[in-house]
């Protein structure tokens, strides 16, 4: 161990114990001679203030006035080399998620971790290369996702211009944001919507012109907003009234079986190995393109209106190539 190592080390066995610790133990738990157990001790005590003191009675070392462990905390920021491997993988992952809008706001932090990692002596220096997330079909942020992200924080209104893939259509907007979301390489807001008086989901990447109002945002109760958009399937909101019952074939059951299509689904393995999966759902939209995407390794069961959609889809899908 280095000396920032030992010193986090020192700090974690002493804010473990009530009672004292035993030069011999301190020693055989850092791993190093007296003179270096005294080094470390001297250096939590005067350089980091902490309250070190030697117990008669024990005959150790311990924390002074305290009733109970862990109330003294290193200054700073301390972490252990597998919290600087996670650290390096979510900073990553945030950085690429976001289509590198959040670089400048990360910088600081990525050259924090980099002295980190140069001080620890781990081998680090290469770690973002080798970590791949990589976006298909990902969709450029857009401007708009400072605004909203501070919005939503700040549970303010906001104003915005919405331009709707749905039917290419522009509309002025007063919105109360509840959460945003990651889904499937887009950004999305969840807002309670002045004009509808309902729940809605805007992708952020078509909202033009957001603005955030003084007025404080409406504020839906969590058990209502998990009812509305946890229920149904995928990103559509609106609580499920309708049950998917998909069968795929025994080869691809190895990877569907593997799969959490919902939260509520419900599966179970035919005697032939085949698989049928029960999905709830409302919308049938993004449900019908994950099922066409299993091509002729899966056949919709029930209900009917699902069936029937997915065979017209596919028949049409197939007069493009006659």
Not at 42 to 67: I, R, W
């Amino acid at each position: 161990m280095d000396k920032f190592d030992r010193i986090f080390q020192l700090h974690k066995i002493l804010s473990s114990r009530r009672t004292g610790v035993s030069l011999e133990e301190l020693e055989a738990q850092l791993e190093c001679g007296r003179s270096t157990v005294f080094r470390a001790l001297s250096t939590l005590k005067e350089q980091l203030n902490a309250p070190v003191v030697f117990d008669p009675n024990s005959g150790g070392y311990k924390y002074a006035d305290k009733t109970q462990p862990g109330t003294y905390e290193l200054p700073g920021l301390w972490f252990t080399p597998a919290e600087l491997q996670a650290l390096i993988v979510l900073q990553r992952l945030l950085s690429d998620a976001a289509g590198g809008i959040l670089e400048q706001h990360l910088g600081p932090i990525s050259k924090r971790l980099d002295q980190l990692i140069k001080h620890r002596r781990l081998n680090l220096a290469e770690a973002a290369t080798r970590l791949r997330f990589p976006a298909l079909g990902a969709r450029p942020t857009g401007p708009a996702l400072h605004v909203v992200a501070s919005a939503t924080l700040q549970g303010k209104k906001r104003g915005m211009e919405y331009h709707a893939r749905s039917q290419d259509r522009r509309s002025e907007r007063t919105v109360s944001p509840q959460r945003l979301t990651r889904y499937r390489e887009g950004w999305y807001l969840d807002a309670w919507d002045e004009t509808r008086a309902a729940l809605r989901t805007f992708a952020v990447d078509r909202i033009i012109r957001p603005t955030i109002l003084e007025e404080r945002a409406v504020d839906i109760p969590e058990d209502q907003l998990n009812e509305h958009y946890a229920s149904a399937y995928g990103i559509f909101g609106g609580k499920a009234d309708k049950v998917a019952v998909l069968r795929f074939s025994r080869e691809r059951a190895r990877w569907v079986a593997d799969e959490q299509w919902h939260p509520e689904q419900q599966a179970e393995y035919l005697p032939d190995g085949r698989y049928v999966l029960r999905v709830p759902y409302r919308d049938s939209r993004e449900l019908v393109l994950d099922i066409l995407r299993h091509g002729s390794d899966v056949e919709v069961l029930e209900p009917d209106s699902l069936r029937t959609e997915v065979a017209d889809q596919l028949r049409r899908a197939v007069a493009l190539y006659s």
